[in-house]
């Protein structure tokens, strides 16, 4: 396979991920499916997860992947990027969407380590009220799916979360394995050419 076909191999699912990033990121404000919470104050501030504000998936995995998605799919067609000047800036391009990727990873990482904003209450604490009751669990409340019963507004926040957060973090994986993949296939650009003849 030529490099420009293998760019284009790698910037079409870049498209798909991006796209689902952002729709996830954005879904994420908006817990059990209402707007209310993300208008409410509560300390001066939405009842939303903290890490949601992040914006990974609009930011990082998506704008910044997008972007770069758009120009190895350029660097893989018979246009104006189809040659070894194209595939060398791809490289640069990918790197974008490494750090992209990775800044997404971490934001979607940090949302699962932490646990969701919410209306709880447990035996230790017994009178309800608004926090983080997973924050010091270090994840394993993921494993313990008793307690996520002690989420009770927004209901079903944790398997919300957990979902949302859970898709944006494969995504970030298979977006930097795509644009790592990419970096490599620039390099071997830069050096053989793209097989669209216009070098």
Known sequence: MCTGACAKVVAVPLYILAFLSIVCNIVLFFPDLDTKYAAEDWEGQARITEEVKYMGGVIGGGIMVLIPAIHIHLSSSGKC?????????????????????????????????????????????????????????????????????????????VEFNVGLFSTLLVAACLELVLCLVQMINGLFGCICGTCSGKE
Request: aromatic share 14%; glycine share 12%.
């Open 81 to 157: 990027c189809a040659n070894r000047c194209g595939m060398f800036l791809s490289i640069g391009f990918a790197a974008a969407g490494v750090a992209g990727a990775v800044y997404s990873l971490s934001a979607a990482g940090l949302g699962l380590a932490n646990g969701p904003l919410c209306y709880w209450s447990n035996r230790q604490n017994p009178f309800p009220k608004w926090g983080i009751p997973f924050a010091n669990s270090t994840g394993s409340y993921l494993t313990e799916k008793d307690t996520w019963k002690w989420c009770m507004v927004p209901k079903g926040v």
